[in-house]
């Protein structure tokens, strides 16, 4: 099975920083990588594909980069509704979540 | 709109068994992959189950062998049959439309909770 390790699994952000969160696999899953965004209480969205491919509708100020094992979820300038937590997933081999990165004030 | 609407949810003793529903619309149910995926209270996300438009079926090892999945198109529903349920399948069940790119889940339903408990 693929393992898909994230870190930070927390981070502390002020509105306007950029934060950077970054998701490793286990072994080589090429571009396989999705990251999403989860709220409390809420359905989770997908935010990118194809580990840098922005799904429709998602604000620029999301990026993703990376191939292989090694990735990484950009935002570019935090805002308000931004706080929440962040899981990468891979789907080259069925699917794996990581285990999330809970962005907080 | 794309609109998925699980339900279904509810207390079970441990040993027992479990049916949820998913209704979709909004959207050719038939020509989509669709996914169960949860997550229990302060845990992450976790994939539960596959099912491909062609029927092919996917499991993790957690739940493989006591979880079925499984789709009716003419109702454009999706189910997933838990059975031998334990405390550690008490969770917030999510289903989720599996994407044309990437494989990745580009909808999701507002989840049902399922509590395992005696």
């Known amino acids: 099975d693929i393992q898909m390790t994230q870190s930070p699994s927390s981070l502390a952000a002020s509105v306007g920083d950029r934060v950077t969160i970054t998701c490793r696999a286990s072994?080589?899953?090429?571009?396989?990588l999705n990251w999403y965004q989860h709220k409390p209480g809420k359905a989770p969205k997908l935010l990118i594909y194809a580990a840098s491919s922005l799904q429709s509708g998602v604000p620029s100020r999301f990026s993703g980069s990376g191939s292989g094992t090694d990735f990484t979820l950009t935002i570019s300038s935090l805002q308000p509704e931004d706080f929440a937590t962040y899981y990468c997933?891979?789907?080259?081999?069925?699917?794996?979540f990581g285990q999330g990165t809970k962005v907080e004030i | 709109e794309v609109q998925l609407v699980e339900s279904g949810g509810g207390l079970v003793q441990p040993g027992g068994s479990l049916r949820l529903s998913c209704a979709a619309s909004g959207f050719t149910f038939s020509s989509y992959d669709m996914h169960w995926v949860r997550q229990a209270t302060g845990k992450g996300l976790e994939w539960v189950s596959a099912i491909r438009s062609a029927g092919d079926t996917y499991y993790p090892g957690s739940v493989k062998g006591r979880f079925t999945i499984s789709r009716e198109n003419v109702k454009s529903s999706l189910y997933l049959q838990m059975n031998s349920l334990t405390a550690g399948d008490t969770a917030v069940y999510y289903c989720?439309?599996?994407?044309?790119?990437?494989?990745?889940?580009?909808?999701w339903g507002q989840g049902t909770l399922v509590t395992v408990s005696s």
């Open positions: 072994q080589s899953i090429y571009r396989y």
């Open positions: 989720a439309r599996g994407g044309r790119l990437g494989e990745s889940f580009d909808s």
């Open positions: 997933q891979q789907s080259y081999d069925t699917w794996t």
